[in-house]
């Protein structure tokens, strides 16, 4: 079976940066997908991570730390549109997604 | 380009009715996933579609629940005898090959009554 962790909710302040974090234990795993979602949309795909380490994409960035099994998604200067729910997902046997139950984050003027 | 297309986007159904959820691909993409996602909670697999083949149906929760991709494109996922606990967001994804990008559809909210 798996596991994948990430705090329920979040609220920061428009400009400000907030990390969301996440833990999982898997069977097959191959790399780390982050995902944005507003309300009654689809899934928006932001970062994926195979190796250890940071990957940065503009105001997102992606880390991942294999060995302990922990990934955090940063987003610097926050707008508004940034409210949504972001899903952490491992990627297993090279296709099968398990995504925990995501993180809503508010952003506050 | 054109994304992944789903329809309907709303479904409502009595309980005991058949329903046929459609999705249409990214032209060329040649992995094809369904995902359920109940409210408030991340998707869960269903099944994953190589070309025309079903190669992983684990993820569906019964018999009840029968996909397929006859000509390697678009997708039907049916529900047959609907029963209230299958109420959720049925999200369809495709990717260009197996261990790519998955990219979603918008999904179709199933309200069983």
């Known amino acids: 079976g798996q596991n994948i962790d990430q705090p329920t909710e979040m609220t920061a302040t428009e400009g400000a940066i907030v990390q969301i974090n996440c833990t999982y234990q898997t069977s097959g795993f191959n790399g780390l997908f982050w995902y944005q979602q507003h309300a009654g949309e689809a899934p928006t795909f932001l970062s994926y991570n195979v190796l250890d380490g940071l990957e940065e994409k503009g105001r997102f960035s992606s880390f991942l730390s294999r060995s302990k099994g922990y990934s955090y998604l940063l987003l610097k200067e926050l707008q508004m549109k940034d409210s949504a729910s972001y899903l952490c997902a491992v990627t297993r046997w090279g296709y099968k997604l398990s995504f925990g139950a995501g993180t809503t984050v508010t952003v506050r003027a | 380009g054109a994304g992944v297309s789903q329809s309907p986007r709303y479904k409502v159904a009595k309980r005991g009715q058949d329903v046929a959820l459609r999705c249409d691909p990214i032209?060329?993409?040649?992995?094809l996933f369904w995902y359920q996602q109940a409210l408030g909670q991340g998707p869960e697999f269903l099944t994953y579609?190589?070309?025309?083949?079903?190669?992983?149906k684990s993820g569906l929760p019964s018999d009840r629940f029968f996909a397929e991709r006859p000509e390697g494109s678009v997708s039907t996922l049916k529900i047959q005898r609907t029963q209230q606990e299958d109420s959720a967001v049925y999200l369809c994804?495709?990717?260009?090959?197996?261990?790519?990008?998955?990219?979603f559809g918008p999904g179709t909210r199933l309200l069983v009554l």
């Open positions: 579609f190589q070309n025309e083949a079903q190669l992983d």
């Open positions: 994804a495709s990717s260009p090959k197996r261990e790519e990008t998955q990219y």
């Open positions: 032209s060329g993409h040649v992995s």
